[in-house]
């Protein structure tokens, strides 16, 4: 389970359908792969179970695709699968109590199928949250959404989250707010996930020439199930993904 990610940057993974997902694999630091897909696709698993060796893999819990975590057991299954390094315990955004729950009875399963694990911050308000880090101090991974006021909840708990070596970076907002994550790169291991790279490449937009990341029109459980692209897909895809890879590589934004 030894893992390599990149020194001085945010480690990129990119969510991408099984038809991208060799090419794209040589374009970024690390593997993110969404635990129900991996479960229902076999070509999606397989590119995660044959990655290159050392080449770190966290599962998710398919929270933001499906509209709730998938169970402990399906997550094991789909960690039987693709051996990943970490698995993101099953959370709610608005209850903190649940996730603590989940993330304790992860922690107690005597199996070789559960590596390190990751715990989503998140609860009904700070007191919820400072309850959900104290409870889950001993988390190998801390991570936060991008659809939350995370730089809020980081500075809000920050007795607390700069304890953490390990962050990951659930989704991109706008590149404006990873330049506050790219400061903390001499704090904390870090590193980030996102869809969309790959969504505004298969819709035919370069992410250069954008003036915001939101809301991109391409869901992300429908850009999973993507099965062909075309050539000028292809490579507007891969044109953003280097853009975001070498943004997050620029200590100066």
């Known amino acids: 389970m030894s893992t390599n990610l990149p020194p001085g ?4 993974a990119v969510e991408a359908p099984a038809v991208l997902l060799p090419t794209l694999q040589w374009e970024t630091d690390l593997d993110f792969a969404i635990g129900h897909q991996v479960l229902e696709d076999a070509d999606y698993a397989r590119c995660y179970s044959h990655r290159q060796v050392g080449r770190e ?14 169970q402990l057991s399906q ?4 960690a039987k699968m693709i051996r990943p390094d970490y698995i993101v315990a099953p959370d709610r955004a608005d209850d903190a109590s649940w996730t603590i729950e989940q993330y304790q009875a992860l922690r107690s399963l005597r199996s070789p199928h559960v590596p390190k694990i990751a715990v989503v911050l998140g609860g009904e308000s700070a007191e919820a949250r400072t309850k959900l880090l104290d409870a889950t101090q001993d988390a190998d991974m801390l991570c936060i959404a991008y659809d939350q006021p ?5 500075l809000e708990q920050l007795s ?11 989704g991109v907002a706008e590149f404006s707010e990873l330049d506050f994550w790219i ?6 291991t870090l590193s980030t996930d996102t869809g969309k790279a790959t969504k505004y490449g298969l819709l035919g937009t370069n992410m250069q020439e954008l003036s915001s990341l939101r809301h991109p029109p391409l869901k992300s459980k429908d850009l999973l199930n993507v099965k062909s692209v ?5 490579k507007l895809v891969i044109d953003n993904t280097a853009y975001l890879r070498n943004y997050l590589a620029d200590a100066q934004g």
Do not use: F, V
Not at 9 to 12: A, D, E
Not at 75 to 78: G, Q
Not at 183 to 188: A, D, E, F, N, Y
């Open 9 to 12: 940057r945010i480690g990129l």
């Open 57 to 70: 893999c966290i599962l998710d819990n398919s929270s933001h695709e499906l509209g709730s975590a998938i």
């Open 75 to 78: 997550l094991l299954e789909a």
């Open 150 to 154: 995370r730089i809020a909840w980081y």
């Open 160 to 170: 607390r989250t700069s304890k953490h070596k390990r962050i990951h970076l659930l």
């Open 183 to 188: 400061g903390l790169l001499k704090q904390h």
């Open 230 to 234: 075309s050539p000028e897909q292809m």
